[in-house]
């Protein structure tokens, strides 16, 4: 019965750890590409890499709206295709790539929380398992120490019933008639 019960409550336990672990995963896959994607952003993983971040990012929606947006503003101030419109724009371009990364970075940082937390949870996993193996272990050990003790009980009774009679009956008679 209570074998029975340590595996049930054992795997009641992994599951539910494990079902935490699966609500986390998208968060750590999330993570581990937002943290790529920085890596590809900053030169890490070489200049094709950082080209090709550089180049999703300029032609990305989000940059042809801030582009709209800048143009319209300069169009209205009447210096379209100035100076001042072209750093204009370069200034909104390089606070939005700065924001991306920090958004890159806000991710990756979230997904190393995840992947932190989904370690706890199979350590968590490791650690019933590891208690449930002791459990086991102990309780095979005491099934044994019973056993042996009870054969000890049948052999201290023998010899209690040898005494017993070896006090009654003198040895030399017993022996020598």
Known sequence: QAGRELERGLAEGVAAYEAGRE???PFATGGTQAFNAL??????LGPEAQRG?????QFSPNVDLLQQGVARAMAARGLTDSGAARLAAGRVLLEDYNNQLNRLLNIGQMGQQA????????AGIGDMRFGAGQLRAN???DRGSAIAQ???IGLNNLLNIAGTVARFVRPSTFLFG
Request: glycine share 10%.
């Open 23 to 25: 609500r986390l995963t």
């Open 39 to 44: 890596l590809a952003a900053t030169g890490v």
């Open 53 to 57: 971040f550089v180049e999703n990012f």
């Open 115 to 122: 992947a932190t937390t989904q370690g706890g949870f199979d």
């Open 139 to 141: 309780q095979a050990i």
């Open 150 to 152: 009870t054969r000890n």
